[in-house]
């Protein structure tokens, strides 16, 4: 692989891990409620590709279902758990949704798992647990637990990415605009203080908008795919693995997050099983859904 390469893959991590540190200042700090923010997000993203929602795919509704699920769904429980958890612990909970992929793809798919991969699942879940139970999670437990469903919402959606025949990209548009549908009456019907969010803090809240569309979900993404087209996904692949350990380096520099030991352990062991999964052959869905679920 080449240093450009490399750094294009450096550049894609640490885009992946500042956007939960950007997430969480957004529904956090600036107050934007969280259904919101993910619908305000959606709509920059299907503006910017409406070139691509042509032609209609064949399936729609499925097209735009497991877009849904990988995109706004996902998201909108994870600002909905960043409002109260801290950015490191969100990403050490996020590391849940690679073995929730394997457990999906054994019930849907028909995988099968010898003993590495369900060691590996073994300490991954292990490890977001042991952290999850640490004295310094306790307050924010219902954030965690958010995080954690928004993680097997997406991973749900990603085992059936490979039942539509839609480019990564214009699965992209379609979710984005499943993901506008499925918001816009959420946050009418259960937020409210949206516009007021807005008017307080508008250039920081575009500012928040513009990277977690533009730059995350269009730029970073699209790089991505190019390189697992240009390389064997054996060397991409592991990379990604950067990514929570660069949330919660973040997470304490940016955002002041208190990390303890239960955290680091938890985060160390559960990163060693998502590691032996993703490291591992599937025979049923492609390797890199593991670990990038979400749009």
Known sequence: MSLRSLAIMMFCNIVWALNVVVSKVAVGDLGMPPLAYALLRSVIVALALIPLLRPIPAELGKVMLIGLAISGGSFALLFMG???ASPSAAGVVSLSGAP?????????LGERVRWRRGLGIALAFGGVLFAMVGESQLETGPGLLLVFAGAVVGALGSVFVKRIDVTSIRLQAWAAVASVLALLPLTVLMEQDQGAALIAAPLELAACLFFASIVVSIGAHTAYFRLLQD?????????TLLTPILTIAFGALLTGDAIGPRLLIGGAVALVGVAIIVLRPSATFTRWFLVRTRF
């Open 82 to 84: 960043l409002q109260t």
């Open 100 to 108: 929730m992929t394997v457990l999906f793809a054994i019930i849907f």
């Open 231 to 239: 390389h064997d996904a054996n060397q991409i692949v592991p990379l």
